[in-house]
């Protein structure tokens, strides 16, 4: 239950408790933000949001950060609009202590010079980097041409960092000041492991001296509405797909008329049975991904579209999203899909709130914003006065008048001219009698976003796995919350030879295009329009997943209908596969895309995606012509060469009882789901399952040149434990050590004895059926990349000689919180205890696993560190074309830092290794 306190001096203390759960989250909100800045000191909430955290007195940033992190912590803070708040997740045993570090450091910061001067340029750094990602690029540049008009409407990032660099360490205390002067308009939130009055003692004791002083530094400065100036711009890179978002004009973030735009944004683009992706998507493959949302700038709202496409099919996809909008100003939309968008949203905020860190944000901005949690019950009543004419007179509001704004990256010699894109948006209107914006006065809701669950979700305590005579797998998580059913297959990647690869990914998209009993679109108009849910799945390397979550307890038994013969019996015909020649409602023939077209759309978006080809890279180079390095999305030419016979043939070998799982958490029954499966699948014949062989890790240097890189990245990737291997929590506590945080050894190494940002750099560690991976990577400047191998070496040496105490429980509690944190959510739980039926055949109880985190010794992290140590690695570095080798480390100059890194003797007369190989094209 959710108790709202008011204390004597005016602050909020807001406590969900959710006994059992072994976590507490809180978070400390202030009603000061960027409108308070005054118009002179522009960021200055920002700068001194950054300032807390560099410390206090009695401890600086480092035993802040190592406190917190010896603790399991997961913490964070963030400036909104009007607002500021610090966020900290936190084991049961340690949240209030560590809330007592995070007060400490609010109220007591020490605001020096040269913690201001190190802040400000941490800030210069991080706005000056050019965004790397070209999605994100579209989408930045999209917000300046929509709303930014520096000088005029708000500040550019430029004109924020000019400012910033004359602010002083008074004025940052000033600031600090009168935030502090408003206890009345503080609120504190906790989710989790508490009670109200433990909640209420902590911030008593914490902040129960403040008084409310009016200081001059807490009036506000008005900023008006950002007015939606639109605009176009176009962008050329050297990649090869376009990356695009364009938007329109939407109401403010307090004009009644919203809710019509937020019903409009789940009707046009809310699942794959809405029109945006059903048209430009299923029917056209135009795109992999494409979706409208209202995006929130300051206090205003645009509707905005973000996709990537081939640079040819541009002008298509905007043409197109033009006409659907059109299309929904002439005939709007039935009064079942109103009702069936609004269940969609209330039961998404619903499933939202089942974590317990996602209910304490959520809890606090409503208290900020309104004083109270406002309940999902006042969302639907508020949706529900929605009109059919209403979602009508929304979309003819995007189109009026022709201003739209428009960022495109990417190849963009084919899209449509501004003229051209107004003449379409002028087009729809044309002859419509368009309804009015209805007049009605402002609900108490803040906005569509803002509503709470009555029910709040525990972790489960009743997982159990019933396996059926033909070894179908049944395994149930009752929980609190929202219904969540997913089928588990043991195929992916890994299963595929060299012709069929991607095989095991196309047949995932193509399950969703129709069985015996459902038809092409009817599995997701059932699950986003019936039983108002969501549907997904996704492709790994030793497994794959079809989740149908945000479900009640009536759905249950068509959704094991509908993955049940997705998984055992779908269609996979030619028609969805290769799409087809059809007569549209004109009489003309017009090609309907396949299911490889999307796929190979969205082959060419990873295409683009450094992350995404740095792994496949280093799978490749690591396990060399193996069933274990190859893509798990394919590559054009195998996608391309893949037929239908070839999917019904991999198909039908493993996609098997005995090697399937269902899992369903939330509200359900073991009984009940067992007698469910095995009453609809339990006589499947079992068929025997190709064994996978032995992987066989290779070592080596990859140096590859890829067009649009402007920095370079690299990893040493390591043949590790694979999944409930004896050393995989040993594995994955060096990777924490190593370089996973602020105060692991070579993050601490880096800030200490170079210039290189240490949060560019990262160790990771992998678990999968029949094999582990431990990276070391990063990015950067190419010839950092030799200075960052030599410190991760001698930082692995150190840890293969000794672990402290500290750091062992350190890694330990975030583990363990790592743990309680992916069983929060009845979809989360799903994909944990999914995974552990097929790759262990039986389900590990919470005390299991943390009792195994708990058995962790510092002789099994130094023993692994050894393990890397005495291996050669596989590397891989990707470099901008204009790369001079020289300044490339040699796979000779890798291995001497780890022999020098090991104090080995140099040995005199040794020749030095060769240079680098040039990069490959």
Known sequence: MTKITRLPNGITCVC??????GTVSMAIGFGQGRIHDPKDQTGMSVLMQEMLWAGTDEWDYSEIVGTLESWGCQFDGHVGRDS????????????????????????????DNEDLDTVKQEMMEESTIKVKDPAATAYNEYIKAAFIQPGVTTPSDDEINA???TYTVDQVRARHTAMLSRPDKMVVSFSGDITPAQAERLVQSCFGDLTVTNTPEMQQTPDGLLP???????QDNKGKQLFLTFGFPAPHANDPARFSFFMLESLFSGGMAAPLSLEIREKRGLVYTID??????????????????????????INCTIDLLGDVVRNGFSQDAMDAARSRMVRSIQASKESAASACAQNLYMVMESGRILTPEELDIKLATVTQDDVRAAAAALLRDGKYALAAVGPHDKMPTPDDIRATMAKQLQGVDIPAAPVRPEHTLVTAFSAAQKRRSSLATDAQMTILPNGLKVVTATRSGTLCVSGWVGVGSDNETADINGITHMIEHMMFRGTPTYGPGIIDQIVEDKMCGSSNAMTGTDSTNYDFSDLLPEHLDQTVDICGEMIFKANLDDRAFNGGIVTDESGHKIRVAGERDV????????????????????????????????????????????????LVAYRDQYYVPNNVAFVAAGPVKHADFVALIDRKFGSLPAAPVPALPAPVAHSGIDCVSIDGLDRSHFQLAFNAAAYNHPDELAYQALSVLLAGGPNARLNVALDKHTTIDPGSVLCHFDSLKNLGVLGIGGMGKAEDIHTIVNLAYKELHGLSKRVTALELDSVKAMME??????????????????????????ILSVDTLTGRIQGLTSADIRRVAKNL?????????????ETEPALLPSYDDILACRDQASVKPEKKGQKAGPAAPAPAP
């Open 228 to 234: 939606f100036i639109g605009g176009d711009t176009r």
């Open 292 to 317: 409208a949302a209202m995006t929130p700038v300051g206090n205003n709202f645009a509707f905005t579209v973000q996709t990537s496409t081939s640079p040819g099919k541009a002008k298509e996809v």
């Open 817 to 842: 919180m790592a743990t309680l944190s992916q069983l929060s959510t009845s979809l989360d739980t799903c994909g944990i205890y999914g995974e552990q039926a097929l790759h262990l055949g039986q």
């Open 163 to 165: 400012l910033a660099a």
């Open 16 to 21: 969900d408790s959710r006994p059992g759960t």
């Open 599 to 646: 796929v190979l759309e969205e082959i060419g978006e990873y295409a683009e995606d450094a992350g995404s080809i740095l792994r496949d890279l280093t799978m490749t180079q690591l396990y060399q012509n193996q069933c274990y390095g190859r893509p798990v999305a394919g590559t054009v030419d195998s996608v391309s060469a893949l037929t239908t016979a070839q």
């Open 84 to 111: 500021t708040a610090l966020t900290i997740n936190a084991l049961k045993r340690f949240a209030p202590d560590a809330f007592r570090v995070i007060a400490h450091m609010i109220r007591e910061p020490r605001f």
């Open 869 to 881: 140590l005495n291996a050669a690695p596989s590397v891989v570095i990707m470099v901008p074309p």
